[in-house]
Structure formats: structure tokens, C-alpha cells
């Protein structure tokens, strides 16, 4: 939810290949923040475009001419969520990861962004193009904060410029997974506190396994 982790970048509006009038920001902003509503009150199961619609105060066209299915629109709903993460300079990379696992739990936390992430989840197990959206939207997307954290702790000589380009992918990806799923089996499995204390105990086993990668 590392060496790792990058830039804030709020997501761009993905392309239809329709033509027409340009998209609304506000009405965008409304579906997206009706349809995490929606997921809350009443589940994967239950939502439907015609609600997210009502919700927003939108026409459900000015939906489908944005999403063509349900399952587009609720992880874009979560998307945009995760691109409120970010990654402060705090000084060291073991402050830096602190931060982000810290920050990560903090909207995990969120009714919204947990209901919305387990739900693509578990859907997901029965849908591959849903898989495949959730890893370009979200996944890929997030891993610009291991590859920002990288690159800072790599300019202050706290870990090595690596030179082989795919070995250096192959280890991003690594603590990326790592991060991710400790903090949401942490969260949202084993519905144990993501504090101070266990992010420290955590991010000194990842720093440390890191260091051992990199040597």
C-alpha cells in the first residue's frame, strides 16, 4: 500500500477514444467519491451503475461514456485513493518507509478505501481484465514510492546505484510486494494496529533484508 517508494501524481483521466465534450473534473470527482459511498452501504454485490449515478446527481450515459462497467469505475474509485500517498523527505530511508507504512495504514483505516479494496480483491479472483486493471491503476501505479525512495536513499550513499537495469526492476518490485502486503495482512487480515512501534519493528527487517539484497 522500501527503497522504494514515488512522486505524487494524481491519476489522469483514462482515455475512451470517444469524441465529444471534454470531460468535468467535478463530475468525475462526484462519481468516484459516490461510488466508494455506494461500496460502504451496500456492497460489491448490490452496486449498480444506476445508484453511483443517482448518487452523483449524473445521468448513468455520463457514466458509461467514462466506464464501461462496473468494475472499471470501483477501481478507479479506489485509484484515486492511493494516489494520495506520498513520500516526505523525513532525513533516512528507514524515517522514509517509516512514513509511507504509516501513511498506508492511515487510509486503509478509511471505511471508503477498505471497503473498496477488499471488494476489487475479492473480485478479482474471478476476473482477469479486473486483475489486470487493478495492477496498471493501482499497483503499477504505486510504485513510484519505491522508486522514489530508491533513488533518495541511493543520493544520500545509503544504498548502492545498481547497474543492471532489470535486477534493479526485479528488487522494486520485490519490496513493493513486501511492503503491500505486510501492511494490508497486518490491517486488514490480521485487524492488528499498524503503529509506531510495529512500523519501526518492520521497517528495520525490511532495511536490513535490503541491505543484505544489495550487497
Not at 517509516?98 to 477488499?118: D, I, W, Y
Request: proline share 3%.
Amino acid at each position: 500500500m522500501v527503497a522504494v517508494m514515488c512522486s505524487h501524481t494524481r491519476p489522469k483521466p483514462a482515455r475512451t477514444g470517444r469524441t465529444g465534450r471534454p470531460r468535468s473534473v467535478e463530475a468525475d470527482t462526484a462519481i468516484l467519491e459516490a461510488t466508494r459511498a455506494a461500496l460502504v452501504e451496500l456492497g460489491w454485490s448490490k452496486l449498480t451503475m444506476g445508484d453511483v449515478a443517482t448518487r452523483a446527481g449524473v445521468a448513468k450515459t455520463t457514466l458509461y461514456r467514462r466506464w464501461a462497467n462496473k468494475s472499471e469505475l470501483v477501481v478507479d474509485a479506489v485509484a484515486i485513493l492511493f494516489d494520495e500517498l506520498e513520500l516526505p523527505d523525513r532525513g533516512s530511508l528507514i524515517a522514509d518507509v517509516e512514513g509511507v507504512v504509516l501513511q498506508f495504514a492511515s487510509l486503509l483505516a478509511r471505511p471508503e478505501a477498505k471497503t473498496s479494496l477488499m471488494a476489487v480483491v475479492a473480485e478479482s479472483t474471478r476476473d482477469d481484465a479486473l486483475r489486470v486493471r487493478i495492477r496498471s491503476a493501482i499497483v503499477d501505479r504505486q510504485k513510484r514510492l519505491v522508486l522514489e525512495g530508491r533513488a533518495r536513499a541511493q543520493a544520500r550513499g545509503e544504498l548502492p546505484y545498481e547497474q543492471d537495469v532489470e535486477a534493479a526492476a526485479r528488487s522494486a518490485d520485490l519490496i513493493f510486494d513486501v511492503i503491500a502486503g505486510a501492511v494490508v495482512h497486518r490491517a486488514l487480515v490480521s485487524a492488528e494496529p499498524v503503529d509506531e512501534a510495529w512500523a519501526r519493528s518492520f521497517t528495520t527487517l525490511l532495511v536490513s533484508g535490503l541491505a543484505s539484497l544489495q550487497g
